[in-house]
């Protein structure tokens, strides 16, 4: 959205949100440009602020991108890294979301680190080994501490945007697969401990059903975020 929607958009969140006891947490991610004016929006509400991407260097010559450091400069908390259309239309590598995500822990943002197969990986019956490779490359050399700062997120790439949305257990199944991952990288306790998302067509009438399979925390939300009493519905579902 450009400014003006992001600003209707957070006032409707807002104004849904007033008065309500909430079960989980909120996180906005709006566009760089509208990073610094929705952080006054959020001042006295329960909602937090993320960015949606950001550059693995802290400073140099690199025209048009945006850093950890500006990132926090403006009120940010957390980063989404490794989205799928990062992957997929800019050919970001897991080398490479890994430079992102060790960038951000020493800067002092919560990266929201994104997994997921393809259409054709999942057809292929490998979905299994491209999230076990996306996990294990994006946390190379991630320490037990820093990984209690991170937040997975399990985007099937063919869910997103598509109106498909993996099944309550077809989610249930990568997720668990997931947290298996970090129990075998960690321990049990830690990979019991962290947060993994799921996201891909997440809407109101699907997402209390996913929420309450036994390894999902939470939903990274696309499109049925963009509307205000849509995007409350679903945090009213936690």
């Known amino acids: 959205m450009d400014l003006a929607g ?15 006891t909430l079960k989980c947490d909120v996180v906005v991610c709006p566009p760089f440009t509208s990073l610094e004016t929705v952080k006054t929006l959020i ?15 802290e ?25 799928s259309e990062r992957r997929t239309i800019f050919k970001e590598s897991d080398e490479y979301i890994n430079r992102k995500i060790k960038k951000a822990l ?4 919560l ?9 054709d990986e999942r057809e292929k019956g490998i979905t299994f080994d491209v999230i076990k490779k996306q996990v294990l490359n994006g946390l190379s050399g991630i320490t037990a501490d820093d990984m209690k700062k991170i937040i997975l997120a399990y985007e099937p790439v063919w869910a997103i945007g598509t109106g498909k949305t993996a099944s309550p257990a077809q989610a249930q199944e990568v997720h668990a697969f997931i947290r ?3 129990s ?4 049990a306790q830690l990979a019991g401990d962290i947060t993994i998302q799921y996201g891909g067509s997440v809407k109101p009438d699907n997402a209390h059903e996913l929420l309450h399979q036994p390894d999902i925390d939470g939903a990274l939300v696309g499109g049925a975020c963009l509307k205000a009493d849509s995007f409350v519905k679903i945090i009213e579902g936690c």
């Open 6 to 20: 992001s600003i209707e958009l957070v006032s409707g969140i807002n104004s849904g949100l007033s008065g309500k």
């Open 43 to 57: 001042i006295n509400s329960p909602v937090r602020l993320g960015a949606q991407n950001m550059h693995p260097e």
């Open 59 to 83: 400073n140099g010559a690199f025209t048009g991108e945006i850093s950890a450091v500006m990132l926090k400069g403006t009120g940010c908390e957390f980063v989404i890294l490794g989205h």
């Open 106 to 109: 020493s800067a002092g943002l």
């Open 111 to 119: 990266p929201i680190f994104c997994i997921g197969e393809t259409l």
């Open 180 to 182: 298996k991952i970090l």
């Open 184 to 187: 075998e990288l960690y321990d």
